[in-house]
């Protein structure tokens, strides 16, 4: 830990011609930093307590009553309604009471400037994680916080370049017959298969992807490809089609992967695509192991049939920062969530009302770098393929209709 200094009281709310960085520990434990999840600087990202590591996400401004995010200055530390345990959080520096911080020397205690709230420690639940909140000043040692010199954040990496075309991909076993002719000639730009390698023609990429643990060994055969993904749903069980890794396993094998990615120009290597199991406490524990591990993009799951439930899962992911990849979707989980669907089918018909909904929202959420309609007849998903016997199905015109109305591949023909 870089040497201690001396603040003397209220020296936040002074302005200075330079701004100085900071970390903010708690007096009674130097382990645990002021840390911002995933380092991404959002409006409502909530704040929380992780053990020091020197990483731009626990690096902080002190300046003209605001204490400013390190990583992106546009953001201040914000108290929300000021209530005793509310998590504190990121949000755009507005000037309002709750973004007002002092600091007292003396006492040690960082508190709303004009107010009575300071921020404070659980003293019971001193590991990473511990929300970051404030309560009702009151002198004890779980109010006490130090301020340690840290060094300017690192420069912003670049934004990786998206690949070309539209939005709209197939998560489907094409073979480079007929069917694969029927997608080349609609609106669909990409294709993948959860394999290494895969059909492609003018006007369809083909991503690669390693599937599992047992699959690294394929990493030798990787194709020249501008994108290259993850395992597959690392956090379910292989009978469903996940890899079924843990967090550790994932992180050992992940250099491997970037390496190979670096080898054959991959310009967007996407993370490990997870089943919607609690995927944003999954990437949670990825990058707290790995904080430095090439991602590139988000890889995630869906298969509510429901908008919002869509709209929420995108929320959660947000955080990281990064662009999401929806690799799969179809309506399976709920299609009671339809309007009109009263009986719950899951024929083409309402999944075809779901596309309608859904396919909208993702070509006009920029967070969304690309989806893929998973293409599989099956119980669950019900009837969701999009090509059979070198035509586009029912559900397949639809999917290409819909998905005419945006940005995409110019001048293709309807099969």
């Not at 869906?302 to 709209?311: A, G």
């Amino acid at each position: 830990m870089a040497a201690k200094i001396c603040i003397i009281a209220c020296a936040v709310a002074v302005a200075k011609a330079d701004s100085w960085y900071k970390t903010i520990t708690p007096e009674e434990n130097h382990m645990l930093c002021i840390d911002v999840p995933g380092g991404n600087a959002y409006n409502g990202n909530q704040l929380w307590l992780w053990e020091c590591n020197g990483m731009d996400s626990q690096h902080w401004v002190f300046d003209n009553w605001q204490i400013r995010y390190g990583g992106d200055e546009n953001f201040c530390i914000d108290a929300v309604d000021m209530s005793d345990g509310v998590q504190l959080m990121l949000w755009e520096c507005n000037g309002v009471d709750q973004q007002t911080w002092a600091y007292d020397f003396d006492a040690l205690r960082v508190y709303i400037a004009g107010y009575t709230s300071c921020f404070d420690l659980w003293e019971d639940q001193q590991y990473n994680g511990q929300a970051l909140h404030v309560w009702e000043c009151n002198g004890l040692g779980n109010q006490q916080w130090d301020l340690w010199d840290a060094p300017a954040p690192s420069p912003s990496p670049p934004s990786p370049p998206s690949p070309p075309y539209g939005k709209a991909g197939i998560a489907a076993h094409l073979n480079g017959d007929g069917n694969t002719d029927a997608i080349a000639g609609s609106r669909i730009s990409w294709n993948y298969n959860w394999a290494m390698n895969g059909a492609w023609k003018d006007g369809l990429d083909y991503y690669p992807q390693v599937h599992d643990a047992g699959s690294m060994g394929s990493l030798g055969n990787l194709p020249d490809s501008d994108v290259l993904f993850g395992f597959n749903e690392p956090n379910m069980n292989p009978g469903a089609g996940g890899a079924s890794m843990e967090v550790g396993q994932v992180v050992g094998f992940w250099p491997q992967i970037e390496q190979a990615a670096n080898d054959h120009g991959v310009s967007v290597l996407v993370g490990p695509n997870v089943a919607n199991i609690k995927p944003d406490q999954w990437y949670d524990d990825f990058f707290n192991q790995c904080p430095n591990c090439r991602v590139d993009a988000i890889g995630f799951h869906s298969y509510s049939c429901d908008l919002q439930n869509m709209k929420n899962l995108v929320d959660k992911l947000r955080k990281y920062g990064r662009p999401l990849w929806l690799t799969e979707f179809a309506c399976a989980d709920n299609p009671h969530a339809i309007a009109g669907n009263d009986g719950g089918s899951k024929d083409w018909y309402w999944q075809c009302e779901y596309m309608k909904e859904v396919l909208p929202y993702l070509e006009g959420e920029d967070i969304i770098a690309k989806y893929a309609w998973f293409s599989f007849d099956t119980g669950y998903t019900g009837q969701s393929s999009l090509v059979k016997d070198g035509q586009l199905t029912d559900l397949g015109n639809c999917y290409n209709s819909v998905a005419s109305g945006f940005e995409g591949k110019a001048d293709m023909v309807v099969v």
